[in-house]
């Protein structure tokens, strides 16, 4: 124990002149330990979204997909009621329906104390499926049919002050109606995937009972046996009109967030899985940077070795002494890394249980550990063979750990190829010509959409149309234009789909025509994206057509809409423009994603298309190929019939954005707009604001791969000087043979640089794999190639061999007499 004590203070006053190799090593450790932990509670996060829910691993959502393009969780309460009277006792049915947005609660009494809460429509049987819990009140109203809410606790507290609110009323704004509170049930966690502030029992019209098409339900099961379930659902009969080979899936609920689109686990997955093997990567490359860095610092010291030999030490006394010199460093890198867990904690960066966090961190710790023991085997078997050798008087020239040059530069040329390839394809995204101008323009958000972290907007309904005009007047602070527009071109949330039929198809079915759509067409209709936009926006967006033409109001006919069409649209109905027939409109599909207004008129429908050009314009959205588009000029006073996340958009001269925006704060607090509720950014902020995720993945990446590096060249530098130093007799020989130092250097550079070029081999293969599977998001881009990896390559060949021209030429520079001379 002694002994042990004395080398554990010898370990530790080492250290001091091991500074910047014992500093690298546990920054990677630590680095390592913290992203290793951090992703894997990501995944498990992820992949049990609802695990706070009462036997969370029994509840799956029921699916239909024909296994090819098919994908959806709608369901007719027809259908519902068949599988539930096929299914056993033992299986709980209950059913759902999400309600679009917040919505504004008060008291009866105090409407100015407003609520902005989330709610969900369930049946009777979905309270127990859920095992929803009870506080106060009682569910036997809701479940006899009484048409009364059932309320969340935060949801009490924040309109009562207190949570025994049974028989109370809430006022609803939107419905301008009261309701009865039935119950108080337990919070809905926020990772959820059916979270909800308030419950509101689920009423369906005779109409919506008998109806077997109209699928807007979601269903969940509560089952034991989902393989048993499964295939008792296959005795559920299936419209006709379903597509060939649809078959029923059950998902998991904790699942259900990620593949309700559906995909397969990799995909939905992706990210989390990704960083997991990026993790492990660094963890890799920590600890052959550990191995490197002790072995050199061992070679080193060959004589200690020998004297502790000639004093009687064995082996096995030595391999202890070896491993208590490299514990405090494994040691320090673990305790750096659980003050980093709890930075990341303290900053509210960790998902999911705090328990569970520190239990993954416990392992982790413990398995970094374990494995940097076992990795100082290596270490420990070269020096007794380095002593042996020169005990022996053979030379001590063989190769050093190089195999582990071959590790190193695989994590640091895979995690650059990956970097990089991310980097050039998210740049050559965000900043592609999109077909219109984005530089230089502000966008003041005027929308009725809650935006994240705000509790309500402000409405700008009553000012909207004069906030233009009173922009345009501060040119002093370099305002040069001004435009305010209903919709919103530059974000596919907010886009519409219109049926367009040529002439003849228009005119047989005229009659079915609404502004919900066709009514059983019988025959295909094609359909193109519908935006509409204002006569000078053209200009102020410098928009770019093939011909030249724009959208003027001089060029109106009636009965028509002017529009433009994209490159898609002309493919999509090309067919109809050689035949010379024009196209009309017909009404909004049924299922469009579209919110709309149907107080105001309907002037889209039976119109005939004035096609003015082509518009070389694409969509901000990359994720997807290009649909067809056609841009419907309107004035700029134009009532919209979509309710859209208006805004108003402001172009400034070169280099006064400051300026312009504290014009714009100024104008706005004259109108009396809170400064909490302005919501301004440039346009380019805000396309560029459509890839957060990739974007954040990709400079998370960016930080772990420039650590990366570090560390890859720190090991390598590390092995280099003392591998290199252990051939200083052989190149002292050479040299007194007459060899130059081009005759030394080369032989010494062409070694090394075999194994950078076998890491960067063997990492390209698996790092164009993941660059492919993440491609795979996107409709536009080009997968790194070839190309990337051997610039890499290069690139570390270059550090590398600056390394070992120094280390030669710092050897070389060596009297050989004084290398040569005899060790005493």
Not at 119 to 134: E, N, Q
Not at 710 to 731: A, D, E, H, P, W
Request: glycine share 8%; net charge neutral; with cysteine.
């Amino acid at each position: 124990m002694g002994l042990w004590i004395q080398n554990f203070k010898q370990a530790l006053r080492g250290l001091r002149h091991q500074g910047w190799q014992a500093v690298v090593s546990v920054a990677g450790l630590a680095v390592s330990i913290v992203c290793l932990t951090f992703s894997v509670n990501w995944l498990w996060t992820e992949t049990h979204y609802d695990s706070f829910r009462p036997d969370y691993k029994d509840l799956y959502v029921l699916e239909r997909t024909d296994e090819q393009s098919f994908q959806s969780h709608y369901f007719s309460y027809s259908q519902i009621v068949e599988a539930d009277s096929i299914l056993g006792d033992e299986v709980q049915v209950g059913i759902y329906s999400l309600r679009d947005g917040k919505d504004a609660y008060s008291l009866p009494d105090r409407p100015e104390d407003v609520f902005l809460a989330q709610g969900v429509t369930m049946d009777a049987a979905m309270f127990d499926v859920l095992g929803v819990k009870v506080l106060s009140g009682s569910l036997d109203r809701v479940k006899a049919g009484d048409y009364q809410y059932v309320i969340t606790e935060s949801m009490a507290k924040r309109l009562f002050g207190r949570t025994d609110v049974a028989g109370e009323m809430i006022f609803r704004e939107r419905s301008n109606s009261s309701y009865t509170v039935a119950a108080v049930v337990e919070d809905c966690e926020k990772e959820s995937n059916i979270y909800y502030d308030f419950i509101v029992p689920l009423r369906l019209s005779q109409e919506q009972i008998n109806n077997k098409r109209n699928q807007w339900l979601h269903v969940i099961f509560r089952t034991p046996d989902a393989g048993k379930t499964k295939r008792q659902m296959e005795r559920v009969s299936l419209p006709e009109e379903w597509n060939a080979g649809t078959k029923f899936v059950l998902t998991p609920l904790r699942l259900f967030h990620k593949m309700e689109e559906g995909g397969t686990f990799l995909q939905a997955y992706f990210y989390p899985l990704a960083f997991v093997v990026i993790s492990l990567l660094l963890v890799l490359g920590a600890w052959a940077n550990f191995i490197v860095v002790y072995t050199s610092i061992f070679l080193g010291r060959t004589r200690e070795y020998a004297l502790r030999r000639s004093l009687g030490a064995s082996d096995g006394r030595n391999a202890c002494w070896m491993l208590t010199e490299a514990t405090p460093v494994v040691v320090m890198g673990i305790l750096v890394a659980a003050m980093g867990m709890e930075w990341l904690r303290y900053d509210g960066l960790l998902a999911g249980s705090p328990v569970y966090v520190y239990k993954v961190f416990a392992i982790v710790s413990v398995s970094v550990l374990v494995f940097c023991l076992v990795g100082m085997v290596y270490p420990v078997r070269k020096m007794r063979r380095v002593y042996r050798r020169s005990f022996a008087g053979q030379s001590l020239s063989g190769r050093s750990h190089a195999w582990l040059l071959v590790v190193q530069c695989f994590a640091c040329a895979f995690l650059l190829f990956l970097s990089l390839g991310m980097r050039r394809q998210l740049s050559g995204m965000i900043n592609s010509d999109l077909g219109f101008d984005r530089q230089n323009i502000l966008r003041l958000y005027t929308g009725w959409k809650v935006m994240p972290g705000m509790d309500a907007t402000y409405n700008y309904r009553g000012i909207f149309e004069d906030l233009p005009g009173e922009f345009r007047k501060e040119a002093g602070a370099g305002i040069v234009d001004a435009i305010a527009m209903d919709m919103d071109i530059f974000s596919r949330v907010t886009y519409h789909k219109i049926e367009i039929m040529p002439e003849e198809q228009w005119m047989s079915m005229k009659d079915k025509i609404s502004p919900y759509g066709v009514t059983n067409p019988g025959e295909e209709i094609r359909r193109a994206v519908y935006v509409e936009f204002p006569y000078r926006a053209m200009d102020f967006f410098r928009i770019r057509t093939e011909h030249g033409k724009k959208l003027a109001a001089s060029a109106e006919q009636d009965g028509a809409l002017q529009v433009l069409f994209n490159r898609a649209s002309m493919e999509l109905f090309g067919d109809a423009f050689r035949r010379g027939a024009r196209l009309y409109t017909g009404g909004t599909p049924e299922n469009a994603n579209s919110m709309t207004d149907w107080n105001r008129p309907v002037h889209y429908a039976g119109k005939w298309l004035q096609v003015q050009d082509v518009v070389d314009i694409r969509l901000n959205d990359f994720h997807q190929g290009e649909e067809p588009l056609m841009l419907v000029g309107v004035p700029e006073d134009h009532d919209c019939f979509f309710v859209e996340h208006d805004a108003v958009y402001v172009r400034y001269a070169p280099g006064h954005r400051a300026d312009a925006e504290a014009a714009i704060r100024r104008v706005l607090e004259k109108f009396g707009v809170p400064e909490e509720r302005i919501v301004l950014s440039s346009l380019d902020e805000y396309i560029s604001g459509h890839y957060k995720e990739e974007t954040y993945y990709a400079n998370l990446l960016s930080a772990l791969t420039v650590f990366s590096v570090l560390i890859t060249f720190s090991g390598v530098f590390s092995m280099l000087l003392y591998s290199l130093r252990l051939r200083r007799r052989s190149m002292a020989i050479r040299r007194v043979m007459g060899a130059g130092f081009r005759d030394v250097f080369r032989p010494q550079l062409r070694s090394y640089l075999l194994y950078v070029v076998a890491g960067g081999v063997l990492a390209y293969f698996p790092a164009a794999l993941l660059m492919h599977k993440w491609m795979e998001y996107f409709h536009y881009g080009e997968t790194p190639g070839v190309g990337l990896m051997a610039a890499i390559v290069c690139g570390i060949c270059v550090v590398v061999s600056l390394i070992v021209y120094g280390q030669v030429r710092r050897c070389m520079n060596d009297k050989p007499v004084e290398v040569l001379r005899p060790e005493s």
